[in-house]
Structure formats: structure tokens, C-alpha cells
């Protein structure tokens, strides 16, 4: 089963394990994760599941949508080169796992 974990501002950290296909967002609503809200559904309307990538899985994820880009620049937290949605990113055979930061604020 892919994993998610999601690092929180203050440094504790929280492994999920989802089935394939699952957005970031979805496992953070599901499993009530503290700093993801996903007020829109996953539609990319919002910014209320940013996350920050870790370096090491960036070449796994697919290119930002000119959706996604317009939404960033919405985000409460910075805007940094890590900035994604995590209704945009599922977890699947090229990303069996992946390490995410939940942004401060």
C-alpha cells in the first residue's frame, strides 16, 4: 500500500497508509490531519490543502496545472518552489510513498 506522511510545523509527523489513487488531500480529511481542510472537494479551488514536496519526490509528480499555479498564489502560508495542492497529487505505482510539510498558518 502507498504511504503518505505528513510533517506538521512543530515537527511531529503522521504515516498513513492509503490505497493507490488517493490524493494527499483526501487522506488528510479522512484522517482528520491538522492543517489540511479541503473545503473545496479536490477541485483545485480553494488552497486549503497546500503542502510543501519534499525535494526528494518532486520528479515523481505530475507537471502544475495552470489551476493549481493560480491557486498557490491564494495560499495563506508562502508560496515557495515546494508549493503544491494535495488535491492534485495521488499517491500510485510512480509515487509509492511520498513525505509532505503542512505549512504554518
Request: charged share 20%.
Amino acid at each position: 500500500m502507498p504511504s503518505i506522511t505528513f510533517t506538521q510545523p512543530d515537527g511531529t509527523a503522521q504515516r498513513l497508509e492509503v490505497e493507490q489513487g488517493t490524493t494527499l488531500m483526501r487522506a488528510a480529511v479522512s484522517n482528520g490531519i491538522d492543517g489540511i481542510v479541503g473545503e473545496c472537494g479536490g477541485q483545485a479551488m480553494c488552497a486549503t490543502c497546500h503542502v510543501y514536496i519534499r525535494p526528494e519526490y518532486a520528479d515523481a509528480l505530475p507537471e502544475l496545472g495552470a489551476d493549481e499555479d493560480e491557486m498557490l498564489d491564494c495560499t495563506a502560508a508562502e508560496r515557495t518552489e515546494r508549493s503544491r495542492l494535495g488535491c492534485q497529487i495521488s499517491t500510485g505505482a510512480s509515487l509509492p510513498e511520498i513525505i509532505v510539510d503542512i505549512p504554518a498558518g
